[in-house]
């Protein structure tokens, strides 16, 4: 059974930075595709931020240059840098792992950035 525990949430002040990372524990973590999801107060869960098996990423067009997902096989873990941050990235941020289709999610950590 594949779990994922997130950390590294918090607030912080727009234009400052944050690092998220998602330590995943059963499967085998390089075989996974990884991503990010957020989900803000009245709104649907978003795509932020995805890293394959091979390491290709991709982006949502609302964080582009500003975070940078990467990921550590030897640790199992994925991480989530998020810099210049704004008052709109303000949400819960998931953590996804995803293999033939199936998805798993970690319990999400909260980012605040107050103006």
């Known amino acids: 059974q594949v779990q994922l525990v997130e950390s590294g949430g918090g607030l912080v002040q727009a234009g400052g930075s944050l690092r998220l990372s998602c330590a995943q524990s059963?499967?085998?973590?390089?075989?996974?595709?990884m991503g990010w999801y957020r989900q803000a107060p009245g709104k649907q869960r978003e795509s932020v931020a995805r890293i394959s098996s091979d390491a290709s990423t991709n982006y949502a067009e609302s964080v582009k240059g500003r975070f940078t997902i990467s990921r550590g096989n030897a640790k199992n873990t994925v991480y989530l840098e998020m810099n210049s941050l704004k008052p709109e990235d303000t949400a819960v941020y998931y953590c996804?792992?995803?293999?033939?289709?199936?998805?798993?999610w970690g319990q999400g950590t909260q980012v605040t950035v107050s103006a």
């Open positions: 059963g499967g085998i973590f390089r075989t996974y595709a």
């Open positions: 996804n792992a995803e293999i033939f289709g199936t998805m798993y």
